[in-house]
């Protein structure tokens, strides 16, 4: 049966050539080709059962390019001739000037065929490769993961996912030149959700499936181009926080400092948490951060145990420390961390025997007529009931 399909398309080609070789001035209507599936043909596997018989069972293959060469434009059979750069027959097919819808595009599939034609042993990545030159690599995965939200087109754009990281395998290409490749080394928005991000992971997927044995260190390679305090401040202020991506990350580089033993006033450092103002410092999105790496190096290392108050004293001061604490326990957002806050403050003056008395005089610095309607009065008496509640022995707590 598909002998009698062949005969009847190659007679009906000859046919319709013969006619309008009757006719003056009619040109031959060139049937319109489409790359989205011809292209796509398995080219990798030609030694495989089904491309040996496609290839060899009464050389149907042979057939099929003949009639797909004579169905070949005239545009497209001078590209072949002068055989210029992919960029360039891009150009001279006016591909450009599509706006929308390009994988389906005329101008885009002869484009393609030309390529595929041009390079029949890695058609592929040849569409790819010419396609990363027009638009460069970051564009090109916009344009592909745009492509494989469309059913028409997600086919085309799985394709030439598949070999773009192919070509960068195969060509040797490194995680770090391919991350620098998609400009993620450029303040990407909302990166971990980027077209580029997801091509990235894809191509360490494949890279790591080629090299088991070899570890990539994706944190390393933020920190490398963005260094580790832009890095922490971008998990911590994308748009996802929380995600498994986020998290991941994060945890690898708290595990860094684990492992150097990194004191927490220096990583509060590191993350420039001293920098930020007292009145913004429980807001930071840096601060869950330093937190998290607190409590794990307390667990890994308790005779070196660090307490979040300790270190706000040390970089504010009781006095400063505890008005902010005040005032941040009547914003909704703050105030149960404050309260908490506010609490080991309290307990720390215990601690180191300051009572009300000694808080009222050299810590909050109150006196008689400053002592009423002042911020700084209402954190005595809460202390100073504290105080009375965990000294009951000293009978009435202090009154100034």
């Not at 400009?183 to 990166?191: F, G, P």
Request: avoid cysteine; hydrophobic fraction near 40%; charged fraction near 25%.
């Amino acid at each position: 049966m598909r002998v009698h399909y062949i005969a009847l398309a190659i007679a009906t080609l000859v046919a319709s050539a013969d006619a309008t070789s009757m006719g003056a001035k009619t040109e031959i209507a060139t049937p319109e080709f489409s790359v989205n599936q011809r292209y796509l043909r398995s080219h990798k596997t030609a030694t495989t059962n089904g491309d040996d018989e496609e290839r060899g069972l009464f050389g149907w293959q042979l057939l099929d390019d003949a009639i797909e060469n004579m169905m070949l434009s005239s545009k497209i059979k001078e590209l072949l001739k002068k055989r210029p750069t992919a960029d360039k027959a891009y150009e001279a097919l006016n591909v450009k000037s599509v706006n929308t819808n390009l994988f389906e595009s005329q101008q885009w599939n002869d484009w393609a065929t030309y390529v595929r034609k041009a390079n029949p042993k890695d058609p592929d990545e040849s569409i790819a490769a010419g396609m990363s030159v027009v638009y460069g690599v970051d564009r090109f995965s916009d344009m592909l993961a745009a492509a494989s939200k469309d059913t028409k087109t997600v086919e085309i754009a799985t394709k030439l996912e598949n070999a773009q990281v192919n070509r960068w395998i195969v060509g040797g290409w490194g995680p770090e030149n391919i991350f620098k490749t998609l400009n993620l080394d450029k303040n990407v928005d909302d990166i971990f959700n980027s077209p580029q991000y997801a091509t990235w992971t894809r191509y360490l997927k494949a890279y790591t499936t080629k090299h088991p044995t070899e570890k990539v260190d994706e944190a390393q390679i933020f920190i490398s181009a963005y260094g580790e305090f832009k890095f922490v401040k971008l998990l911590s202020s994308a748009d996802d926080a929380v995600s498994p991506v986020t998290q991941k990350f994060k945890e690898e580089v708290i595990q860094k400092w684990l492992e150097l033993t990194t004191p927490p006033n220096d990583v509060f450092k590191q993350l420039k948490l001293d920098k930020v103002g007292i009145d913004d410092i429980l807001s930071s999105p840096l601060l869950s951060t330093w937190v998290q790496y607190m409590n794990q190096f307390n667990e890994k290392i308790p005779r070196k145990k660090t307490t979040m108050i300790g270190i706000f004293t040390m970089h504010y001061g009781d006095e400063a420390l505890a008005k902010m604490l005040e005032a941040a326990k009547k914003v909704p957002e703050t105030k149960q961390l404050a309260k908490n806050l506010q609490t080991a403050q309290f307990n720390q003056w215990m601690a180191d025997e300051k009572t009300p008395k000694a808080v009222l005089e050299s810590v909050l610095k109150l006196d008689d007529q400053s002592f009423t309607n002042n911020a700084a009065g209402d954190i005595w008496r809460a202390y100073n009931k504290a105080y009375a509640k965990n000294f009951p022995e000293t009978g009435f707590a202090f009154q100034p």
